[in-house]
């Protein structure tokens, strides 16, 4: 079983959907959770970063961490064609703040 | 301000060659990492580097080792290549603080193809 586990998709959604975006964790440790963009032939851009339960918004993002459950969500409204892109979730430790994990990515399409 | 930059772009190679990546990190960085992504996957760690020594290593084979230079700058070897080391290298820059996680800043990879 691998320590995070992301919906693969792809998902295809039409422009002003609302997007939500889930992996959940085996790994208790994990403290710190991380979302970040993929274009295509890009590397990771970091969007969202956060440490503790709830939800951490940034303008049309929306990063929900629930602990207990082991479950992570990003939420996107108003999308928008540039969205269009792979988002992978990761996440790291305390005590092993270097290696972050990440899962293998949801293939994200915007339909204009 | 300049980001992560990676060279080369792009790489082809055959089994059992020899291969070196390069990898400058963003300015005021002093922490460089390493992942090998294959297609259709998520970001692997291979390995940090800072003040010019491993901090910690993934599940890779000593096939792949690095170095750190005095600038920061960093270099992935990766030694006897095989076809399943055909994918995307990418170098990862941070800040190392205390008390605080990691929050690493990605270049754009270097694309291996294994022949």
């Known amino acids: 079983q691998k320590e995070v586990e992301q919906d693969p998709g792809p998902l295809s959604v039409p422009e002003g959907a609302i997007v939500s975006l889930n992996c959940t964790y085996s790994?208790?440790?994990?403290?710190?959770f991380m979302w970040y963009r993929q274009y295509s032939r890009k590397g990771p851009e970091l969007l969202m970063y956060t440490y503790s339960s709830g939800n951490k918004e940034d303008g049309r993002f929306t990063a929900q961490v629930d602990k207990s459950s082991k479950y992570i969500s990003l939420f996107i409204r108003d999308s928008q064609p540039s969205d269009s892109a792979t988002y992978l979730c990761a996440m790291n430790s305390y005590s092993s703040a270097s290696k972050i994990i990440f899962g293998s990515g949801t293939r994200l399409s915007i339909r204009p | 301000d300049a980001g992560v930059t990676q060279s080369p772009t792009h790489l082809i190679k055959t089994r059992g060659q020899q291969v070196t990546l390069r990898c400058s990190p963003k300015s005021g960085h002093d922490t460089v990492s390493w992942y090998q992504q294959a297609l259709g996957q998520g970001p692997q760690f291979i390995f940090q580097y800072y003040e010019e020594e491993e901090r910690q290593r993934g599940n890779f084979p000593d096939r792949f080792s690095g170095h750190q230079f005095p600038n920061y700058s960093s270099e992935l070897n990766v030694n006897a290549l095989w076809l399943g080391d055909s994918a995307l290298y990418l170098c990862?820059?941070?800040?190392?603080?205390?008390?605080?996680?990691?929050?690493?800043?990605f270049g754009p990879g270097t694309r291996l193809t294994v022949l």
């Open positions: 990862a820059s941070s800040l190392q603080t205390s008390g605080s996680t990691d929050t690493q800043y």
């Open positions: 790994n208790s440790a994990f403290q710190y």
